[in-house]
């Protein structure tokens, strides 16, 4: 009976981190969903072109953060360990790696019209598009900025007052949307580049308010986070080598959605709007997996540092059952309902919108069995970074995502004339494949430090030594 017992302790433990991280990702989602919805306000014109700057933008800002999230399972493992100027070491050479990633990736994004353009896209769109990616490419640093400051705090246990923060920029959002979008209380109309700007006064806001908390409040008082923010170049490089793949695993899972977006743009304008509706559908459902994933992360690695693999095994798993039991209720959500989901980003009175309304409900039965196999990779993903086994999952994803996923998309969309659908469909067998992978690798790895780990603590140890008793956790990638 203790193993059943151990595993619901460690389901309510997950959950304790993930409700709060769960706020963060809504609020992350909740920009995104308004976006989309006040682009649609302005039409369908602007609905593709800004899903085409938002797709863009954020595969951009979402390598960063890929990178940046190597820091995390560093950051819980040293919490386990108890280890305080570990945890200070880290957050400082985390804010140098977001001032190096920052600054090339927004030269990047205010010449990605010249870079749209090579990719077969309408002039008029891309030009569209260039005003909202001119106008929220000044936001990239503090987006990155309040990830690491969300990343520790995690590692830490107290994600709280990080997700109250971010929550409170979801009515912020949409008023700045509603005041620069149209022109009010004086402000001149934007358009399209009101939502970038909304976008970029929103993501400062988050950053101050969030490294203000961290460092003033009683919570975070005993790590003194802010106290040495010293240039450490071998703790900025063992968060270079942990981090690097996780932004080439981000790179490669967005880029696919942004070629698929390429690809339903070139087969016109309103299978882009279509896709986009599936899309932001997508990113507001992944908030519970990826939630998960965070919470599944910070649990293993602090097992990690407290030298407990079987612990650590145990909350991969936990997070992998709560993750299968989540999902399949969102995706049978939206298989039953994918016409009223449409409807709202797009008005079904207006007769210009029909024909993508009518495109995306194909779209959303399909994606509700993406949603499942993605969001359990996220999760398996999570499992996996806790142990910092980072290399590995990254060459699993991109094999399965790339050459199976986007190959028999490929054939399904332009050969059997499946359109977007075959694309999903394509999509969804690759991610498929590459889950059921990295679990399998998950419970490989944590079984091979599990058996060591046990035998170390047989009583027969005559021939040891008290050097002898060193941590048997290192990384596995």
């Given at each position: ?130 005003t909202y990616l001119r106008a929220i490419v000044w936001s990239l640093p503090a987006a990155v900025g309040f990830f ?71 919570w975070f008082k005993e790590y003194k986070l802010f106290a040495s923010l010293q240039f450490n170049k071998h703790v ?242």
């Amino acid at each position: 009976m203790r193993s059943p017992s151990k595993f619901l302790s460690e389901v309510f433990a997950t959950l304790h981190l993930a409700v709060p991280l769960g706020g963060i990702q809504l609020a992350e989602a909740a920009v995104g969903f308004v976006n989309t919805v006040m682009m649609g306000f302005l039409g369908i014109q602007s609905l593709a072109a800004g899903a085409l700057g938002v797709i863009t933008f954020y595969t951009l800002l979402l390598i960063c953060m890929g990178v940046i999230e190597g820091a995390s399972p560093l950051a819980a493992e040293a919490f386990g360990a108890d280890n305080t100027e570990r945890i200070r070491q880290i957050f400082a050479q985390g804010l140098w790696l977001v001032v190096a990633l920052s600054l090339p990736m927004m030269l990047l994004t205010w010449h990605l019209d010249s870079i749209l353009m090579l990719s077969g896209q309408q002039e008029n769109t891309v030009a569209l598009a260039s005003t909202y990616l001119r106008a929220i490419v000044w936001s990239l640093p503090a987006a990155v900025g309040f990830f690491i400051l969300k990343e520790v705090a995690t590692a830490v246990n107290r994600p709280q007052l990080i997700s109250a923060i971010a929550l409170t920029s979801i009515p912020l959002n949409i008023t700045a949307n509603y005041l620069l979008i149209f022109g009010h209380l004086g402000l001149p109309p934007l358009g399209l580049a009101g939502i970038g700007w909304a976008g970029t006064f929103v993501y400062w806001v988050n950053f101050l308010a969030a490294a203000a908390v961290i460092g003033f409040h009683p919570w975070f008082k005993e790590y003194k986070l802010f106290a040495s923010l010293q240039f450490n170049k071998h703790v900025f490089a063992e968060l270079w080598q942990n981090g690097w793949p996780l932004g080439l695993e981000y790179a490669s899972s967005l880029i696919l959605f942004t070629l698929i977006a390429l690809l339903s743009g070139y087969m016109g304008t309103t299978l882009l709007a279509a896709n986009e509706i599936v899309v932001q559908t997508l990113e507001v459902s992944l908030i519970v997996p990826t939630a998960i994933s965070y919470a599944t992360m910070t649990r293993v690695g602090q097992m990690i540092g407290q030298n407990d693999p079987r612990s650590a095994k145990r909350a991969g798993f936990a997070a992998i059952a709560i993750g299968l039991a989540a999902m399949s209720l969102i995706a049978v959500a939206i298989c039953l309902f994918p016409e009223q989901i449409a409807t709202i980003y797009l008005d079904a009175s207006n007769l210009d919108n029909v024909l993508a309304i009518t495109s995306a409900i194909p779209l959303l039965r399909i994606a509700s069995l993406f949603l499942i196999a993605f969001g359990l990779n996220l999760i398996a993903l999570g499992t996996l970074l806790g142990i910092q086994d980072t290399r590995l999952p990254l060459l699993i994803n991109i094999l399965f995502q790339w050459c199976v996923g986007m190959t028999c998309g490929y054939l399904l969309c332009f050969h059997l004339n499946w359109g977007s659908i075959g694309l999903w469909s394509g999509l969804t067998i690759g991610t498929t494949l590459a889950t059921l992978f990295l679990i399998y690798r998950f419970y490989l790895s944590t079984s091979e430090i599990i058996q060591p780990s046990e035998d170390e603590e047989k009583p027969d140890r005559s021939l040891a030594t008290d050097e002898d008793q060193t941590p048997v956790f290192k990384s596995v990638s």
